[in-house]
């Protein structure tokens, strides 16, 4: 599964942040709620997602 999440660093020509794909997305639990951490496949900066728990189980 492709995911792909918001980057701070890659912005367009209005400084809003854009879609980017998430690699090396590591999956995490806390308090039922789950989340996302990864780098940006474009310019490698810090990534993160909020998510589904059926999401959360196709990613990893």
Do not use: H, I, W
Not at 24 to 49: D, I, L, Y
């Amino acid at each position: 599964m492709e995911l792909k999440a918001l980057c701070m660093k890659c912005r367009d020509a209005n400084n809003k942040p854009t879609m980017q794909v998430m690699t090396e997305p590591k999956v995490t639990e806390k308090n039922a709620r789950f989340s996302a951490k990864g780098k940006c496949a474009k310019c490698s900066g810090n990534m993160f997602k909020f998510m589904s728990k059926d999401d959360a189980a196709k990613v990893g």
